[in-house]
């Protein structure tokens, strides 16, 4: 249960026109409005910066490529690795001849996206749908900067829509618009189904984002009692580079102390009141989120998954910049997660 401050609809201020989108997707396309043109100009302008500095750099240092893959054969040269040498060459033209490879420096990024109704929430910041447009412009323009492609995949209770790869601005443009502009989803979105979907559709090995605030997970770990999500996690994180990002309103973790608070609960509205004068209140607050956020942890860990937490009332940014370094020192495998605070300067 959460107090909700209302968000405009993205589709307000206007008739609008279809937005242009990647040719050959057949996707329905958002449409174009003054207001959703300008809050997507606001992420773009409010993320250049960020992208032109020390993000870039982190993120290249972090994100090397996933593999190699096969150049030529060649006849050996001094120096070669004998191991190497390709045996039923070498047989057929009786001179040595090895195999070289080059590594495969250019990533295939996928950008999944909670679109629930949870996500237009906000008390402290902005909502989490605009904050989950931010982070999804910084890691996709970041991205294109260094030649590497973005796909993005928006989901809910039920599978949204989806845009392959792409590696121009515009195409980043577009995945800013169809977050802003997706269909308010009612009820807790389905990580499992994401997941599989993920892994049944993922062939070539990728890094997975998964943006949302996972409300629907319990203290227990599991989603509404299903802890199928988890397994589905774990198999999506053996074959391809997950991280998870999770988006966190000051409110869910710190319950101010100015009187009653009148909770509703999105699903289906009903309410109750809390008195956040009481520090017995405040404090079981404060240790059911932090319940909440140890059994997330302790997925990610059993998953081998590595996650960030972010909180909407500050810069979205750091936590980005502290997780490529952390990344270049450690190793991979969900050993480890970025947390953030709130406030104005982080």
Not at 156 to 166: A, D, K
Not at 169 to 179: G, K, N, Q
Not at 275 to 282: A, L, N, S, Y
């Amino acid at each position: 249960m959460s107090p909700s401050k209302g968000r405009r609809s993205p589709s307000e201020g206007g008739r609008g026109a279809a937005a242009p989108g990647a040719s050959g997707t057949g996707e329905p396309r958002a449409l174009l409005t003054p207001a959703l043109m300008a809050r997507v100009r606001q992420i773009q302008i409010r993320t250049h910066k960020l992208v032109n500095t020390g993000l870039s750099g982190g993120y290249r240092s972090t994100f090397r490529g996933q593999g190699i893959e096969f150049e030529e054969v060649r006849p050996y040269q001094p120096g070669d690795e004998v191991r190497a040498i390709d045996w039923n060459v070498t047989a057929r033209t009786g001179e040595p001849y090895i195999k070289s490879y080059r590594e495969e420096r250019q990533l295939t990024i996928h950008l999944c996206v909670d679109t629930s109704l949870e996500l237009d929430f906000a008390t402290f910041g902005e909502t989490k749908r605009d904050a989950a447009s931010e982070v999804a412009a910084l890691i996709s323009f970041v991205g294109i900067r260094h030649q590497d492609r973005i796909g993005l995949t928006l989901f809910g209770r039920e599978p949204g829509l989806h845009l392959g790869p792409g590696r121009q601005s515009r195409h980043v443009l577009r995945m800013i618009r169809e977050i802003q502009a997706a269909p308010i989803t009612p009820g807790p979105s389905s990580l499992k189904d994401l997941l599989e979907g993920q892994e049944a559709t993922l062939h070539k090995r990728s890094m997975v984002f998964v943006i949302s605030d996972f409300s629907g997970v319990g203290a227990d770990g599991s989603e509404r009692g299903d802890r199928g999500w988890v397994e589905a996690l774990s198999r999506l994180s053996r074959r391809h580079d997950v991280i998870a990002i999770r988006l966190v309103d000051r409110f869910e973790e710190e319950l101010p102390a100015t009187g009653i608070v009148r909770l509703a609960r999105m699903e289906d509205g009903a309410v109750r009141d809390i008195d956040g004068r009481k520090p017995r209140v405040r404090e079981a607050w404060a240790k059911a989120a932090s319940a909440r956020k140890e059994a997330l942890a302790a997925v990610f860990r059993q998953a081998r998954t590595e996650w960030i937490d972010m909180r909407t009332d500050g810069d979205l940014g750091a936590p980005l910049v502290r997780f490529f370094r952390q990344r270049v020192q450690g190793p991979r495998g969900g050993q480890g997660g970025v947390q953030s605070g709130g406030g104005k300067a982080r």
